[in-house]
């Protein structure tokens, strides 16, 4: 791995931002860390935690992915997701609002979770994952902000988190293939995978076929892409956050980053 990491190093260096960079080959055991306990702002990276929360609370029987969630207008918020445009007393089942949380990064759908699973449960499974730097306070697009502080991650708890959620240990082996496989139905394509050819190309040509389980967070100044790519039969982990950056700069190391990944992982 060490080329890759010469070239992820070589991409970063001109930028004069700040950069939290873990990548960890899970099939060699190899793994490189930067600024890996640096806090950043969370952004909508937070809502991979929040997630591990509420299956949480499905393990415990609090909650059942079927449950029916009625959407109050009260509780809807602007920014990113179409739930802020559905018609008031709508219903939708727990697992469709989990997927509109992570695949449309839906701000209205991400604080309906928090209300149902309480701030207290995402904090404490943070903790039992083992993310030692990171905080949560914080609904999302509130108008002001927590006194007590803001959400905010650092690279190398989100790499544990992943690496729980790859291996099957991010609160069980059921819920771990099932987190993965809403992330690996990302719509926000534009940062880790952008450079990747597309997942429906024909790869008779010598490109290997692959899919990232990911999660992006954007606010100006902040940019972050994380997730686990599979590309043939490989697994592979990539915390990439940035802060104090240009946005098309930061946007586009990212983009070459993911197509360093996978032409290593080819």
Same mark, same amino acid.
């Given at each position: ?10 991409? @970063? ?16 055991? /190899? ?21 591990? !929360? &509420? %299956? ?15 959407? /109050? ?7 990113? +997701? ?15 609002? @989990?997927?509109?949380? @992570? ?39 509130? !108008? ?11 690279? +190398? ?8 959620? #790859? ?9 771990? &293939? ?34 990232? #389980? ?15 790519? %599979? ?10 956050? !940035?802060?104090?950056? /240009? ?20």
């Amino acid at each position: 791995m060490k080329e890759l990491v010469n070239k992820v190093q070589q991409l @970063i260096a001109p930028s004069k931002g700040i950069w939290g960079i873990v990548l960890e080959d899970l099939d060699s055991g /190899d793994k490189w860390e930067h600024n890996e306990q640096e806090l950043f702002y969370a952004a909508s990276v937070i809502k991979v935690p929040i997630m591990a !929360s &509420v %299956y949480s609370a499905v393990e415990r029987g609090d909650l059942t992915l079927t449950d029916l969630i009625i959407l /109050d207008e009260k509780d809807y918020v602007g920014g990113s +997701g179409v739930l802020q445009h559905f018609t008031p007393g709508s219903s939708l089942p727990l697992q469709d609002i @989990i997927m509109l949380m @992570i695949i449309q990064s839906d701000n209205t759908a991400t604080n309906l979770l928090i209300d149902l699973v309480g701030v207290e449960n995402i904090r404490t499974t943070m903790n039992e994952a083992g993310m030692v730097y990171s905080t949560f306070y914080n609904k999302l697009m509130l !108008s002001t902000p927590n006194p007590k502080g803001a959400n905010r991650i650092a690279a +190398g708890d989100i790499a544990i988190l992943l690496h729980k959620m #790859a291996t099957g240990d991010l609160v069980n082996g059921t819920a771990s &293939v099932q987190m993965v496989d809403v992330m690996k139905k990302q719509q926000v394509r534009d940062c880790l995978p952008e450079k990747l050819p597309s997942p429906y190309s024909d790869f008779d040509h010598g490109m290997t076929p692959w899919e990232l #389980a990911n999660k992006t967070g954007w606010i100006p100044g902040t940019r972050h892409d994380i997730g686990i790519f %599979y590309v043939g039969n490989r697994k592979f982990i990539a915390t990439v956050l !940035s802060k104090d950056e /240009d946005d098309l700069l930061s946007k586009r190391i990212l983009s070459q980053i993911g197509n360093e990944i996978y032409k290593y992982l080819q």
